[in-house]
């Protein structure tokens, strides 16, 4: 399994700003996911991060709210740009292993932002 | 498509007494599935796999799920709950073809009565 941490792991910003949130992995990994955790909700998949391409959205997430960088193989960050009170959740970042395809994934210990 | 539906968003069983938290999928393709448990505060942590291999799949904790492909159900079972074992439950279905999103299901919230 992979370690993976997350910087930070919680903040209370205002409305109207950004935060960057950065997912470091103790090694390298060609896939890093990140999910956003809603309050007393599931997990739902924001985007997938490749190295070396730009992200790939889902439905409803898009990349001017949610920016993505991918610089290398164990380092992502993703930016929640204009906050509003909505934007509260937690943010996680997940990784794949190198050679197993997406479907086994290991999961950070979670971003909680909240935003007034 | 794929999905997940957990029959329960609320378990609450005694210390000692059996857990079953139940789990649904749908999947156009043979999937995998896993189930994760998140304690409070903290990262998810995966519990158990299957990947097409035996259908009864064991995991940490003494923790296990069978996969009924009649019935379509993933459900997961401890004998003997402890008071550790308090934590959401998901249960997440990813078809094995391509990298496609895994999908996750609502949650279960198990509480354990001392």
């Known amino acids: 399994s992979a370690v993976i941490s997350q910087k930070p792991s919680r903040d209370i910003c205002q409305r109207g700003t950004s935060l960057t949130i950065q997912c470091q992995v103790d090694?390298?990994?060609?896939?890093m996911f990140w999910y956003r955790q809603q309050p007393g909700q599931s997990l739902t998949l924001i985007a997938t991060a490749n190295q070396g391409s730009e992200a790939t959205y889902e439905s409803g997430f898009v990349i001017d709210k949610f920016p993505i960088s991918r610089p290398n193989l164990t380092f992502s960050t993703l930016t929640v740009s204009n906050m509003s009170p909505e934007d509260s959740s937690i943010y996680l970042c997940s990784v794949a292993p190198l050679a197993g395809g997406s479907e086994l994934q290991f999961f950070g210990p979670g971003t909680r932002l909240t935003v007034l | 498509a794929q999905s997940v539906t957990q029959l329960d968003s609320h378990v609450s069983v005694s210390e000692g007494t059996p857990v079953l938290l139940r789990c649904n999928y749908s999947s156009s393709y043979s999937p995998s599935l896993f189930w994760y448990v998140q304690h409070p505060n903290k990262g998810l942590q995966l519990l158990l796999k299957y990947t097409s291999a035996a259908t009864l799949v064991k995991g940490i904790n003494g923790f296990e799920a069978e996969f009924k492909k009649s019935e379509t159900s993933f459900h997961l079972t401890k004998p003997s709950a402890h008071m550790s074992d308090a934590a959401e439950y998901f249960c997440?279905?990813?078809?094995?073809?391509?990298?496609?999103?895994?999908?996750f299901g609502k949650g279960t919230r198990l509480s354990v009565i001392a």
């Open positions: 090694s390298q990994v060609t896939m």
């Open positions: 997440v279905v990813s078809p094995q073809r391509g990298n496609t999103p895994l999908v």
